[in-house]
């Protein structure tokens, strides 16, 4: 004889069905584009593949030796180190300063200062990466033309055309990019700073400077740290960035990682998946480990929080 279930089971079998049926729709696409073509990479790195034929020739760790000795691979992953150590400084502390400016009541029209920073953090990369093709074109850009006006210059400036300021210049436009989500960031981390400290540091008769030193500071050193590796994972994610901008170019001084797989993989006169796909797993393990830095940087941080 087989005994009903309780009316509370049910209740609760039937609300783990409908849990399961609303994830379905995400579980299927997060494993179709995302979980299925990371075991394909690893797959595919061990072949030697077009991408375009039907049978592949398994050739073992032979893609990962010649990945490793060629001096374009590591010359594209010094690219990714370089734009990382110079955009991840420039973008946290630029942003801290700003915060603390507009965190401040005094501040006026700070809420719309907040919103205008924040407005490029909503706008399609690729789309910023094309415009700003236009706006730093050396004949008619506006950058030149108030280069020009100014007097600065008396020939335009060809900033993504020549190898000495591209990459400058495709760092510039990701913190700005960038700039507003590292601001909001700051902004919570600002906000946990309890107001009756500030009032009795001034009843001390401390001033800005100092309140700023031995108070805000000193209580921002965990999200000093999450934030810090927050930023320098998403700066190891700029490919479409570059690519609209200067394509890797010119002569390779912006191919970072990314674009380096991206040229292997697509845009070869004879494409190498398997190659691709083998620089692809070797740069997936750095942001591993990158991620794995982060995860221990951030319970160091809690750790840290709760003891102060």
Known sequence: MTLALPSASKA???????????????????????????????????????????????IGVANYREVLADPMFWS???????????AVPLQVLVTLLVAILLNSPRMPLRKLFRTALFLPVVTTTAIVGVVMQFVFDPASGPVNLALREAGLVTDGIDFLGQSSTALGTTIAVYVWKWFGITLVYWLAALQTVPNEVYEAARLDGAGAPAILRHITMPLLKPFLVII??????????????????????????TEVI???????????????????????????????????????????????????
């Open 228 to 253: 810090t590796l927050l930023s320098i994972e998403a700066s190891l994610q700029v490919f479409d960035l570059v690519l609209t901008m200067t394509g890797g170019g010119p002569f390779y001084s």
């Open 12 to 58: 609760r079998a039937r609300g783990t069905g409908y849990v399961w049926l609303f994830l379905a729709p995400t579980v299927l696409l997060y494993g179709a584009f995302t979980v299925y073509p990371i075991i394909g990479s690893y797959a595919y790195s061990l072949t030697d593949w077009n991408g375009f034929d039907t049978s592949r020739t398994f």
């Open 76 to 86: 594209s992953f010094r690219l990714t180190l370089t734009f990382m150590v110079c």
């Open 258 to 308: 990314e674009v380096y797989i991206y040229r292997w993989a697509f845009a070869a006169t004879i494409p190498r998946l398997g190659y691709a796909s083998a620089a692809a797993v070797l740069f997936g393990l750095f942001v591993c480990l990158v991620g794995l830095l982060q995860l221990l940087a951030v319970r160091a941080a809690r750790r840290t929080r709760r003891a102060a």
